[in-house]
């Protein structure tokens, strides 16, 4: 059911929350072949862009912030001054914890000695930055614009920039990988020591070059148990090397996960800024126009360019299935009970009882968790558990 929130509503929602703040950035100088994310390559219009965020930002003043994030799209791609524009802003409207994680997104080739002058003078203590694979040829396929050794040079220059919180991303099952070059990669991304690594299956998203390929027969995707398997080896690999396996996707040396992303699977309320931007507050949610010129002329006209909704009791009961069941800790029994009641959280025993007899689930009682083999069957688990 569609609501119209006031303005005055969602500022206070937020007011009583240490919320995260998420900046969508959507400018890419070109477009990777595999990416969904609503970007533009209009690079002349980041000035404009950046004035509105910040316009947005003052609209909606009042929120106490716990983390930051930049994303995108490609932050990187922000000159120094608007960087320091964005923060500036940031810091005049919002109530910003004074230990709050700080990510900036970025991509290998934009980390300059310029941009990285620019991170010594901002409040960033996190950067997140897309390397995908250390495979050259590979990345020109993914038309990625950097090369693996400017990947790797990327993280010494940070490093020497004082960023002690590094997170990277990798990908796996492109076109013809072999599990052995996937290997490859898992080596090279622990050789550099970072104390995060997000991994993620290559998906073709309908839309992208990618799936244009696909369905030419240009390209095929890769077979599930490979997937499986380089999934399974990831994960072994990264357990060995310290890290926690502590989502899907994610891994962290120990006191490093993401406690931005950690609040989209644990249900803390956060606030998004910009084009495609999305907020939560745990009860509703709501989203910016997809594109930027129709964002920057609403928000240059005073006005908020959003819809929202109001989750029912079944779609929130199911948001927790989908983001709960992602992490390490998995669905919390008594949590069930106190939201949803004993009937809710019978039905949702029962339901997982195959997959508990299967080993796709384990439970101690108190909360109830994929296993290592139910993570490569997790769509199927979660679906079975969602209430229809």
Known sequence: MKIALTLHHLCMIFAYTMSGLYLHIPFCASRCIYCGFYSTTLSHLRQAYVDALCREMRLRRGAQIGTIYLGGGTPSQLTPAMLHQLFGTIDEVFDVSTDAEVTVECNPDDV??????????????????????????????????????????????????????????????LPGETVDEWKNDVEKALALGVEHLSAYSLMYEEGTPLHHLRSQHLVEETDDEIYIFMYELLASELRKAGYEHYEISNFARPGYRSRHNSSYWNGTPYLGIGAAAHSFDGHSRSWNVDNVEQYIEAINAGRLPEEHETLSQNEQFNELVATALRTCEGIDLDEVEKRFGSQRKHCLLDSAAPYLNRGWLATDGQRLKLTLRGITMSDTVMSDMMWV
Do not use: C
């Open 112 to 173: 300059s000695e310029e941009w990285t002058a620019a991170l010594r003078q901002l409040p960033v203590n996190r950067v997140s930055m897309g390397i995908q694979t250390f495979d050259d040829r590979r990345l020109r396929f993914l038309h990625r614009r950097h090369d693996a050794a400017q990947a790797i040079h990327a993280i010494d220059r940070l490093r020497k920039a004082g960023i002690g919180n590094i997170s990277i991303d990798l990908m796996f099952g």
